[in-house]
């Protein structure tokens, strides 16, 4: 909502997405609204792949164990930054300013709004390999195919991704539940051999398939504010995660699991629970419709992840969120075609270890400020990017010398813990100098309700 909207009486602009500045109360959606963008989100075939994979290695029930357990982290880790979100309406990147200073918080969302851009890049890739496998389609022409139409429809903005989460999600429960009917019945299996189905790999731990669950949310998730800044409260938006974690991504885990369990799965290693070859072979209708469900799925999660990366940038610099879609977009697609994407795993594993940290500094600061307002760092605070280094650090020697711990949750309690001790410190060293009440200390600015622009603030 620009000022000059505001200082005439008019309603805001059902077209602005509040890039620099909180989501104002007239400008809030509905619960529906704001679950419907987080619940199409998480169930989608990626994950799918990666429950079979879980369930592959450690059996459907302790599978299952895991992808629960996860998916609980999922539900703290993000309802308490979603919370805070909808408090203040503010975005990712004006959010972390309070932890990581006026100037800190572009380095953090632009490592985020960077990192995301890779997820976008993934399910184009994605886009262009199942599409090959159920049309012949040269994987080329529906990566290009899928990274124009997503592009588009990440343009349109918010609204478009609430809408394109009431067609995703229906789509992958019914063709979900098709794919396993006609799994079972090609292959004989019964309820009770499915589940004692033990895997046929142990190369994963319980800990090590719960860090492959927490990271697959752990860029988005921890940006959560990009979404939830809409809801009309922090109870909304509370219940708008819990429509993600565990209910929605333990589905599309659970979907995956399923399927390997009932032997629907060529090579459970390495494709683990995709269920689109089940459905091929049965009519050109259901092929059709398994064709609108690859755009639908997989375009949720693109979309909102180049929303993601086009807000962290657009926070960050003077220019719309639209533009920065479009050229992010590309750029995306560029290195999708180049085949980046296929190092995938990998990449998840760094998103495991560096991303977890700073979500758990932004929520230390969160609990902080809802007691007593402090001012919001003028350069880059220290503290919180020393916190952060600890808890990759942490979360790294975790992954390479304690391979049944879980990455994400080492980095978060000691990203956690470090922020507390070094801002109390910092607090108790703070307090011996002699300010008059209310006074920010030296390299410090105003309190963070005074954060947007002197010209915003005085129109509304």
Not at 78 to 107: C, D, I, M, P, Y
Not at 125 to 148: E, K, M
Not at 425 to 441: H, I, K, Q, W, Y
């Amino acid at each position: 909502m620009t000022t000059e909207t505001s200082a005439r009486g008019h309603g805001p602009d059902a077209s602005d997405e509040y890039e620099h500045a909180p989501v104002p109360p007239a400008a809030r959606r509905g619960l529906w609204s704001v679950a419907s963008v987080w619940f199409g989100f998480p169930m989608n075939l990626g994950n799918a792949v990666f429950g079979g994979v879980i369930v592959y290695h450690l059996g459907l029930l302790w599978g299952f164990g895991a992808i629960l357990a996860g998916n609980l982290v999922l539900l703290g880790y993000v309802g308490l930054l979603s919370r805070a979100a909808a408090r203040t309406g503010e975005n990712f990147s004006l959010q972390a300013a309070g932890a990581f200073g006026e100037r800190g918080r572009k380095l953090a969302a632009a490592f985020l709004a960077t990192v995301v851009v890779g997820w976008f890049s993934f399910q184009i890739g994605l886009t262009g390999t199942t599409l090959h496998q159920l049309l012949g389609w040269s994987p080329w022409l529906g990566a290009v195919l899928g990274g124009i139409v997503y592009t588009a429809i990440t343009v349109a903005g918010i609204r478009a991704l609430s809408l394109l989460g009431f067609v995703a999600v229906p789509l992958f429960v019914v063709l979900a539940g098709i794919a396993l009917a006609l799994g079972v019945d090609d292959g004989g299996v019964s309820l009770g051999d499915a589940l004692s189905y033990g895997g046929g790999g142990h190369a994963l731990s319980f800990g090590a398939a719960m860090s492959i669950v927490i990271a697959g949310f752990a860029d988005s998730g921890t940006m959560t504010a990009d979404f939830t800044r809409w809801a009309k409260d922090g109870r909304s938006a509370l219940v708008a995660t819990l429509g993600a974690f565990p209910l929605a991504n333990g589905v599309a885990f659970g979907v995956g699991g399923l399927v390997v369990a009932i032997g629907g799965a060529a090579d459970p290693a390495v494709d683990g629970g995709g269920f689109l070859g089940l459905l091929s072979g049965h009519g050109a209708l259901l092929t059709s419709v398994a064709v609108l469900f690859v755009f639908a799925n997989l375009g949720s999660v693109a979309t909102h992840c180049l929303y993601n990366a086009a807000v962290g940038w657009s926070a960050i610099t003077p220019a719309r969120m639209r533009p920065l879609a479009v050229v992010l977009g590309a750029l995306g697609l560029l290195a999708a075609l180049t085949g980046v994407w296929d190092a995938f795993l990998d990449w998840l594993n760094l998103l495991g270890v560096f991303v977890p940290p700073i979500g758990a500094v932004l929520i230390v600061d969160q609990l902080r400020r809802a007691r007593a307002p402090f001012p919001v760092p003028r350069g880059h605070h220290a503290p919180a990017f020393l916190a952060w280094a600890l808890g990759a650090g942490a979360a790294a020697l975790a992954h390479y010398l304690a391979p049944a711990a879980v990455d994400a949750l080492v980095g978060i309690a000691v990203a956690a813990a470090s922020f507390v001790l070094l801002t109390r410190r910092r607090s108790r060293s703070a307090g011996e100098a002699s300010l008059t009440p209310g006074e920010p200390a030296p390299g410090e600015s105003v309190p963070r309700a005074s954060l947007a622009a002197p010209s915003r603030q005085g129109a509304v």
